[in-house]
Every structure is written in C-alpha cells, then in structure tokens.
C-alpha cells in the first residue's frame, strides 16, 4: 500500500489543521493507520492510531482532547484533525500502516510496515 499525506501547513496557536493520508494500491481495511510526528532534533512520536475494523481510536496523552482521528472508507483515507494547536505541536506528521499491530503496540511506530513522506505542521506563537 502505497501512503500520501498533505495538508500540513502553517498555523497560529489555538488554530486547527485537518491532515490527510490517501491509500493508493490497496484498501485499509483490516489495517492499522496512525500517525506519527518528529520535531527537529527530537525521536518520533506517536500521535494517534485507528484500526480500520471497528473503528476504535488511540491517542497520546498529548494530544487527547485536542486532536482527532478518522477514516473515510469511500476515500480509503485517514484524517487527523488538530484543534487547540500549540507551537510544541510543530513537526513533520507522519502517516504509516500496518496489519496485524496488536493494541500494545498501537503506538510503536516499528509495528507499521508502510510510511508516507510526511507533511509539515507549523505552529506559530
């Protein structure tokens, strides 16, 4: 499966952005998406996770309450809407795949087998 996001861009503090991962080559179904995010200088961090059969959603402690993640089966995509933005929210997002992640490992981004390039979120102060 091939994975693209966008909508990343550049935003004020308290500001939202809706990003974007489209699958292309196969379905999401019976997978795992999540997204995952890396500032300069720091280690990735995981971000939220949905598993495509049932729905259910994981997040960061982070970002709980602030950041929203879903999918569209008709567009085979995965969104995360981010409201309550925060200047620490800067960083390249990430969108990856997997099947078969069990819930512990929901956010290890080593348990995903795809990846898209990434969009950049900028939160400015």
């Known amino acids: 499966v091939q994975l693209q996001a966008s909508g990343g861009g550049l935003v004020q503090a308290g500001g939202s952005l809706r990003i974007s991962c489209a699958a292309s080559?196969?379905?999401?179904?019976?997978?795992?998406v999540g997204w995952f995010r890396q500032a300069p200088g720091k280690e990735q961090e995981f971000v939220a996770a949905i598993r495509w059969s049932g729905g259910s959603t994981y997040y960061a402690d982070s970002v709980k309450g602030r950041f929203t993640i879903s999918g569209d089966n008709a567009k085979n995509t995965v969104y995360l809407r981010m409201n309550s933005l925060k200047p620490e929210d800067t960083a390249v997002y990430y969108c990856?795949?997997?099947?078969?992640?069990?819930?512990?490992?929901?956010?290890?981004?080593?348990?995903?087998?795809?990846w898209g390039q990434g969009t950049q979120v900028t939160v400015s102060s």
């Open positions: 080559g196969r379905s999401f179904r019976s997978y795992a």
């Open positions: 990856a795949a997997g099947q078969g992640i069990i819930l512990s490992n929901l956010n290890n981004w080593h348990a995903y087998g795809y």
